[in-house]
């Protein structure tokens, strides 16, 4: 890693030399396009000039998320507690919490970095837990089956 190396726009790491834009990877680069786009700018204040691992190339993917529909479909209750992958700071927190009530149905939403989860509550017939994982994965946040031993 040089030190003369520009900081990367999104996450804070070096530019790469061969790289002609201001971003580690094409991830950061399509992430912080996206979140200006969407109004969500105010992430960079939150996250307080800490730096934040590059966006996984595994956000950027499509996914196949069978699983979560059918944990949500086998739910007792509309909610559920999933692992989610690419929490880092407060701005992160605050990022899913927006996307979450963006969506229509979603009642609650608890971000748990410690524990790298979030439990969310939602309207039954209205919201789509699926939906949901899709928008957060495109802007770099993994969701999956929660951790053995959590609650559901």
């Known amino acids: 890693m040089a030190n003369n190396a520009p900081a990367c726009r999104h996450c804070g790491s070096p530019v790469p030399a061969n790289r002609a834009d201001e971003f580690c990877c094409a991830g950061c680069a399509y992430v912080f396009e996206l979140l200006h786009e969407q109004g969500l700018g105010q992430f960079y204040?939150?996250?307080?000039?800490?730096p934040l691992p590059p966006v996984s190339p595994q956000a950027l993917r499509e996914r196949d998320y069978q699983?979560?529909?059918d944990l949500a479909n086998a739910a007792p209750k509309p909610e559920l507690t999933l692992a989610v992958q690419g929490l880092s700071c407060v701005g992160c927190v605050w990022l899913i919490e927006k996307i979450f009530l963006r969506?229509?149905?979603a009642l609650r939403i608890n971000v748990d970095v410690v524990r790298g989860?979030?439990?969310l509550s939602w309207r039954g017939g209205v919201f789509s837990p699926l939906a949901?994982?899709?928008d957060l994965q495109a802007f770099g946040y993994l969701l999956g089956p929660p951790?053995?031993?959590g609650a559901q």
């Not at 204040?45 to 800490?50: E, F, T």
């Open 147 to 149: 951790h053995s031993g």
């Open 45 to 50: 204040d939150l996250k307080g000039g800490q």
């Open 117 to 119: 989860e979030v439990r």
């Open 132 to 134: 949901f994982a899709r």
């Open 103 to 105: 969506h229509d149905g």
């Open 67 to 69: 699983w979560l529909e």
